[in-house]
Every structure is written in C-alpha cells, then in structure tokens.
C-alpha cells in the first residue's frame, strides 16, 4: 500500500497486517500523488482571501467546484 507521508496522516499506533506493504512517497511529490496538482490549483483560486466564517469560505469555495469538469481533473492529473 502506497502511503503519501504527509505529517497529518500519521498515527501513534497502526497494526498493518503481516500481507500488506507500505511503501512511503515523498511528503510532497505531485508525480506521485495527482491529487496534488488540483489541491494546487484549489489554493491558487482561494489564494489571498480572508474569510470571517465556514459560509463564506463556502461560497467562495462553490464556484470553483462547480467548474471541476473530467476535462479539467484530467489536464491537472497525468489519469482520467
């Protein structure tokens, strides 16, 4: 099993069966992990704004979901 390393993924204790593998990227590695390069983007668009509750961090964060289309998750990752 691939694990991704990144700090806010780990645990004190983890019983990994005696079957299973894991096998650590780089905390930070886009090659990887494709889902890197859409969290990119998703913070280049919130980039600078200042938000006072969870609502409007919502409201500003719906228009950008809304325009996530299989086209664009496909030109920001190397996979349909």
């Known amino acids: 099993m691939q694990v991704d390393n990144a ?13 299973i593998i894991l096998l650590f990227q780089p905390p930070y ?5 494709p889902i890197e390069r859409v969290w990119q983007e998703f913070k280049r668009w919130l980039q600078w704004q200042h938000f006072d509750s969870i609502a ?15 086209r664009l998750m496909r030109s920001l990752t190397p996979w349909d």
């Open 29 to 33: 590695c886009p090659e990887i992990n």
């Open 7 to 19: 700090k806010a993924h780990s645990a004190q204790t983890l019983t990994v069966p005696k079957n």
């Open 56 to 70: 409007e961090l919502q409201q500003a964060i719906s228009p950008w979901v809304s325009r996530v289309t299989p």
